[in-house]
């Protein structure tokens, strides 16, 4: 990386390696390999960006609540970014809580294809699940776990080790399929669904209009309390970038109670690809999608932490 001339590196802690039991005993070896990593990274003059969750959780706190879908997970998570915050954070002063949670709830718990693979029928084939309710419940204690763990830092750590900490989201740049109004409107319920879901909350307090309208008592409802520790809770946003998505008008839906997060959308979404498996990737994507953020949400900071193409 030093003689690419990189003078940051992005990389993920591993909460199992670091605590293996998801609390109690930090396991020394994973400790050992972090902190030689952050010092190497020193060392060579780039600036260690360190992610506190990417998909990776112990399993003992999946056997033990079913992970993100049990409010336990807040406190354990904000235990366990307190162990990163004060073994790591006199040489690391870039933090982002959650790598893409917007895409982690609906593959992990709406489709099932990512861990930990949870999805109901039609909607995908998995032992476990209710691809119906579970990707808002996991959104919901995702939110809360790192508005806690902002509140611990800032309260804590920050003014001491003069770092920043934000979230990082999966985003698109959504486009009408045609210049309906059917469409154009389509288009804004899905930015609310995919990225609204997780940046009104950041900067407003809350979901959605839209989303509360259609999801319904599926949704669940911040405190007064939890929307007021919630909004501003980051320093920075994170975005991960790699395509376009047109969008077209689908009215047409299942009753709420057999309707998963996909069709809450009412929506349907378009990729276009390259080949068989390479998306494609238009520049002016990005752009599209950085100004939508900076009409809709005061044009905050932002690093852009994955774009490119997918190998």
């Keep these: 990386m030093k003689e690419t001339g990189l003078d940051a590196y992005r990389f993920s802690i591993s909460w199992p390696r670091l605590i293996p039991n998801g609390r109690g005993e930090v396991n020394p070896q994973g400790l050992e390999y972090y902190n030689n990593l952050i010092s190497e990274l020193l060392d060579h003059g780039i600036e260690p960006h360190a992610t506190l969750f990417q998909y990776d959780l112990p399993q003992a706190l999946e056997d033990e609540y079913n ?3 049990g409010p336990q997970i807040i406190d354990d998570f904000t235990a366990y970014s307190d162990v990163c ?5 006199d040489r690391v002063t870039n933090w982002t809580t959650l790598n893409e949670p917007n895409a982690f709830a609906l593959l992990g718990y709406d489709i099932g294809v990512a861990p930990p693979g949870r999805c109901s029928e039609p909607f995908g084939n998995c032992p476990n699940g209710n691809s119906v309710t579970e990707p808002y419940i996991v959104a919901h204690h995702s939110l809360l776990a790192h508005s806690s763990a902002v509140s611990l830092y800032r309260q804590m750590y920050q003014e001491k080790q003069h770092g920043v900490i934000g979230m990082n989201i999966f985003i698109y740049d959504f486009v009408p399929l045609t210049n309906s109004t059917e469409d154009i ?11 609204g879901w ?23 409802k911040f405190s007064n309390s939890q929307s007021e520790q919630l909004i501003n809770s980051v320093d920075f946003l994170g975005v991960n970038y ?10 047409h839906a299942a009753p709420s109670n057999e309707r998963d997060f996909l069709a809450d959308t009412y929506v349907k979404t378009i990729l276009l690809m390259c080949g068989a498996t390479q998306l494609y990737v238009p520049p002016y994507g990005l752009q599209g999608a950085l100004e939508y953020f900076k009409q809709s949400y005061g044009n905050p900071p932002i690093y852009i932490h994955e774009n490119g193409k997918l190998l």
């Excluded at 409107?185 to 990225?195: D, G, S």
């Excluded at 997780?198 to 669940?220: E, N, Q, R, T, V």
């Design 242 to 251: 790699y395509s376009i998505m047109y969008v077209k008008d689908d009215p």
């Design 185 to 195: 409107t389509a288009t804004e319920r899905a930015k609310a669904f995919y990225t």
């Design 85 to 89: 915050f004060r073994e790591f954070g």
């Design 67 to 69: 992970g993100w879908l």
């Design 198 to 220: 997780f940046l009104d909350p950041l900067y407003h307090g809350d979901y959605p209009d839209i989303m509360k309208k259609i999801a319904g008592s599926k949704l669940p």
